[in-house]
């Protein structure tokens, strides 16, 4: 067997990873980069058959998660190009499509299942559900020509899911050839001079936020990140406030439809209908999406009534909505994505919050492991080579863990 990467050996996603066994190969992610402005065929590897199914030595994609940057090229490869995810990762981006822009869904979709290995071809694959925050995110180990390759996506310790991590580390799979090892935080200092905050101790501090706010909560989140919509809700609930969600995370949870996670349907949850969906409601006829969750319904009148009650999510195009509430006396926003969006050139927010005096409060965790959990990962499953993925700084794996070796993109490392 042998590997090569197509994209991330030096730059924080885009991922692709191919690898070959007795001339047939499969591809592990097929990633958007992150600066890229739109999904275009030109980003794709050149690898034969992806778009026109002409090769039938291609015998798949086997994504880790689906966060843009892993599996954002997927729509446009060819229907006789399975791509494999978790259910409920299949679950959150077709209830997704009408919501968020993004590649269109990959017409052939396979679903596995943790921890249970299937074949493809000369490749046994199996699938370890992981913690990180996309939801139903794994690392995947690959067999093929007695070698073995641990791919681990993206992952983190300090999440709802840790003990997943845990579990891996003190039961790890043997004798891997190579580790292909995300590096994400290597190159964020300030990430790595610490133990990362855990959800539960962010569950904390929002909730402090949440108390001294006299008036309304808004809570800035991406609803794909449900243990970051779950650590809020439990939050808002300690705090004696109602969550109010937008129709598209109503909608992840219905598709999801775990018993752990509540329901647009629970007395402690309402749903509002911001300006743009209900537009793209209106234009598309799709008025059954709303239907479900009449009885659930808020409006901005009962918003405004009693701002103190409530918690609401937030996004930046929600700004005219908010605007025409007479609520934003006491306001507080709650930041909880990757702070370094709030200083990009095209974000409003820190200028709409202090020209209407609401109070912006960042409070988030990172979804990737920090250098102390990469090092535990390293030490547990011993491999013989260590390849840095997933990050700007791949040279400072080498000061971290001794085995590590690195791959420039495209070229290729038999086993």
């Given at each position: 067997?042998?590997?090569?990467?197509?994209?991330?050996?030096?730059?924080?996603?885009?991922?692709?990873?191919?690898?070959?066994?007795?001339?047939?190969?499969?591809?592990?992610?097929?990633?958007?980069?992150?600066?890229?402005?739109?999904?275009?065929?030109?980003?794709?590897?050149?690898?034969?058959?992806?778009?026109?199914?002409?090769?039938?030595?291609?015998?798949?994609?086997?994504?880790?998660?689906?966060?843009?940057?892993?599996?954002?090229?997927?729509?446009?490869?060819?229907?006789?190009?399975?791509v494999f995810m978790g259910s409920q990762a299949r679950s959150i981006l077709l209830a997704s499509q009408f919501f968020v822009r993004?590649?269109?869904?990959?017409?052939?979709?396979?679903?596995?299942?943790?921890?249970?290995?299937?074949?493809?071809?000369?490749?046994?694959?199996?699938?370890?559900?992981?913690?990180?925050?996309?939801?139903?995110?794994?690392?995947?180990?690959?067999?093929?020509?007695?070698?073995?390759?641990?791919?681990?996506?993206?992952?983190?310790?300090?999440?709802?899911?840790?003990?997943?991590?845990?579990?891996?580390?003190?039961?790890?799979?043997?004798?891997?050839?190579?580790?292909?090892?995300?590096?994400?935080?290597?190159?964020?200092?300030?990430?790595?001079?610490?133990?990362?905050?855990?959800?539960?101790?962010?569950?904390?501090?929002?909730?402090?936020?949440?108390?001294?706010?006299?008036?309304?909560?808004?809570?800035?989140?991406?609803?794909?990140?449900?243990?970051?919509?779950?650590?809020?809700?439990?939050?808002?609930?300690?705090?004696?406030?109602?969550?109010?969600?937008?129709?598209?995370?109503?909608?992840?949870?219905?598709?999801?439809?775990?018993?752990?996670?509540?329901?647009?349907?629970?007395?402690?949850?309402?749903?509002?209908?911001?300006?743009?969906?209900?537009?793209?409601?209106?234009?598309?006829?799709?008025?059954?999406?709303?239907?479900?969750?009449?009885?659930?319904?808020?409006?901005?009148?009962?918003?405004?009534?009693?701002?103190?009650?409530?918690?609401?999510?937030?996004?930046?195009?929600?700004?005219?909505?908010?605007?025409?509430?007479?609520?934003?006396?006491?306001?507080?926003?709650?930041?909880?994505?990757?702070?370094?969006?709030?200083?990009?050139?095209?974000?409003?927010?820190?200028?709409?919050?202090?020209?209407?005096?609401?109070?912006?409060?960042?409070?988030?965790?990172?979804g990737h492991a920090d250098p102390k959990t990469l090092i535990r990962i390293a030490q547990a499953l011993k491999p013989s080579t260590?390849?840095?993925?997933?990050?700007?700084?791949?040279?400072?794996?080498?000061?971290?863990?001794?085995?590590?070796?690195?791959?420039?993109?495209?070229?290729?490392?038999?086993?």
């Amino acid at each position: 067997m042998r590997l090569r990467i197509h994209r991330g050996s030096h730059e924080i996603g885009g991922n692709c990873v191919e690898l070959e066994a007795q001339g047939q190969s499969i591809l592990l992610d097929l990633g958007l980069p992150l600066d890229a402005t739109d999904v275009d065929a030109s980003l794709l590897p050149q690898v034969p058959g992806l778009t026109d199914g002409s090769n039938p030595n291609l015998l798949g994609i086997v994504l880790s998660h689906i966060h843009g940057d892993h599996n954002g090229l997927t729509g446009l490869v060819h229907d006789r190009v399975p791509v494999f995810m978790g259910s409920q990762a299949r679950s959150i981006l077709l209830a997704s499509q009408f919501f968020v822009r993004q590649s269109p869904v990959p017409p052939s979709i396979q679903t596995y299942i943790n921890q249970t290995p299937f074949n493809l071809g000369p490749f046994r694959i199996t699938p370890f559900l992981m913690d990180h925050s996309a939801f139903d995110a794994y690392s995947l180990l690959v067999e093929a020509d007695d070698k073995r390759v641990f791919y681990s996506g993206d992952l983190r310790a300090h999440g709802r899911k840790a003990s997943l991590v845990e579990n891996l580390l003190a039961h790890p799979p043997l004798a891997i050839d190579c580790l292909l090892l995300e590096g994400t935080t290597l190159s964020r200092t300030t990430e790595g001079q610490h133990s990362p905050e855990t959800e539960r101790q962010l569950e904390d501090r929002i909730l402090g936020c949440i108390k001294q706010t006299s008036g309304l909560v808004l809570a800035a989140f991406s609803p794909q990140n449900v243990d970051r919509f779950v650590t809020i809700f439990k939050a808002t609930k300690r705090a004696g406030r109602t969550f109010i969600a937008d129709l598209y995370l109503a909608r992840l949870l219905d598709a999801l439809d775990l018993q752990s996670l509540p329901s647009a349907r629970d007395d402690a949850f309402r749903v509002y209908l911001p300006r743009l969906q209900k537009q793209r409601i209106v234009r598309q006829q799709a008025f059954d999406l709303s239907a479900d969750y009449r009885s659930s319904r808020i409006f901005p009148k009962e918003i405004a009534a009693h701002p103190d009650q409530w918690v609401m999510l937030f996004r930046e195009s929600m700004m005219t909505d908010i605007a025409r509430m007479p609520v934003l006396h006491g306001t507080t926003l709650i930041y909880s994505l990757w702070p370094g969006y709030l200083d990009r050139p095209s974000n409003q927010l820190r200028a709409w919050c202090e020209d209407n005096h609401i109070g912006l409060e960042t409070c988030h965790t990172s979804g990737h492991a920090d250098p102390k959990t990469l090092i535990r990962i390293a030490q547990a499953l011993k491999p013989s080579t260590v390849v840095p993925i997933h990050t700007e700084v791949a040279d400072l794996m080498l000061t971290l863990i001794p085995a590590t070796r690195l791959l420039p993109d495209g070229v290729w490392m038999s086993l």
